[in-house]
């Protein structure tokens, strides 16, 4: 098949290219390098440019017999999108309409999408299914849920199929050392903590030990990068056998709290630092888990990194393999 990625250069998106090349696909990346590294996109053709580029959407749809389009090319961090939700809703719900737009010019009728947890808000229950109310509590929530509502309507009105996957904790690297996680700035917690323990940064610092878990810091469900584009590889040929749209939770099922990760980042890197604790973070739900079951039943999908310390372990050795010699 011949796959558009946009925001292959990103973390989720450089692993995606990979994947799909190593499986025999054609695969193009489409990216502004806004927050993506070129060096990241190892596999395929490379294209600089922006989503929200009509013109340059149509010459490549023009010239290539695309089957699918994957779209990774999201602003993610929740704080900034309370404080500039413009940029957030311009990049995350303008610009995806105008690349589904181009999409439809052309044709082209697979998507795949990056949605979030972050759609659900403050969750009624977890482990949290797909039937759950969503009422995101921040513009990005409210950007990627207005795009699954637009691709709802898209697939009824002209046929356009989508599968939306609703990511928990993506983490991890690619075990084979060629890609990582590299955010400027970095906001999350596995990449920060492993910056402690090599001692590039001086602290992690733990957002509210207050909340009603056991040990009073937020649990979350992290879930391997691979495992996760194992999940859009297999959601893209079940959308094509079968010729319709689908939405799927992604996550390993199983909670850990902010100083279970930590105490875990301390083992697998058989280093001690320092951990201090902050005032609770805005717009952070107590409990965010994941009930996959659907992808499980669905698509057959099962992650391979079933416990956390594999995770972490992969991310340390991008973190001392690469992030540490920059
Ligand atoms: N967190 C933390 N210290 C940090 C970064 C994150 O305590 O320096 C906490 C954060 O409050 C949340 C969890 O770690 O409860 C995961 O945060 P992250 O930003 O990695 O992902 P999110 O859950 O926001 O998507």
């Known amino acids: 098949m011949k796959i558009l990625v946009v925001g292959g250069a990103g973390y989720i998106g450089s692993h995606m290219v990979k994947q799909l090349a190593l499986a025999g696909n054609d695969v193009i990346t489409l990216d502004n390098l806004s927050y993506g590294y070129k060096d990241a996109v ?19 749809f023009k010239s290539g017999d695309i089957d699918a389009v994957m779209h990774f090319a999201g602003f993610i961090q929740v704080g900034e999108s309370v ?3 413009s940029m957030y809703y311009h990049n995350n719900v303008i610009n995806t309409h105008t690349l589904l737009d181009a999409m439809l010019r052309h044709d082209i009728k697979n998507f795949i999408f990056s949605s979030t947890a972050a759609i659900f808000g403050e969750p009624d229950y977890t482990p949290i299914d797909e039937a759950h109310i969503k009422q995101p509590i921040n513009p990005y929530g409210h950007s990627k849920l207005m795009i699954e509502q637009v691709l709802d309507d898209y697939d009824k009105a002209y046929g356009l199929r989508s599968t939306c996957f609703r990511y928990f904790n993506a983490a991890g690297a690619d075990p084979d050392g060629e890609l990582g996680e590299r955010h400027i700035p970095e906001t999350h917690l596995i990449p920060l903590i492993l910056q402690a323990a090599s001692g590039r940064r001086e602290d992690i610092k733990v957002f509210g ?3 009603p878990t056991d040990d009073g810091t937020c649990v979350r469900d992290y879930i391997h990068i691979n495992d996760l584009c194992d999940a859009h590889s297999l959601g893209l040929q079940h959308m094509i056998k079968h010729d319709r749209s689908d939405r799927f939770n992604l996550g390993n099922g199983k ?15 058989s280093n001690d630092f320092k951990v201090t604790t902050e005032p609770r973070r805005d717009g952070d739900p107590a409990i965010l888990v994941a009930d996959a079951s659907l992808a499980n039943k669905e698509l057959n999908w099962q992650p391979k990194f079933a416990e956390l310390e594999e995770i972490v372990r992969t991310a340390w050795n991008w973190e001392i393999d690469y992030l540490c010699k920059q």
């Open 83 to 85: 404080i500039k939700p």
């Open 209 to 211: 030990d207050d909340y």
């Open 42 to 60: 190892k596999y395929g053709e490379f294209i600089e440019g922006d989503l929200g580029d009509a013109s340059m959407l149509d010459s490549i």
């Open 255 to 269: 909670g850990f709290s902010v100083k279970q990760v930590i105490d875990v980042a301390k083992r697998v890197s």
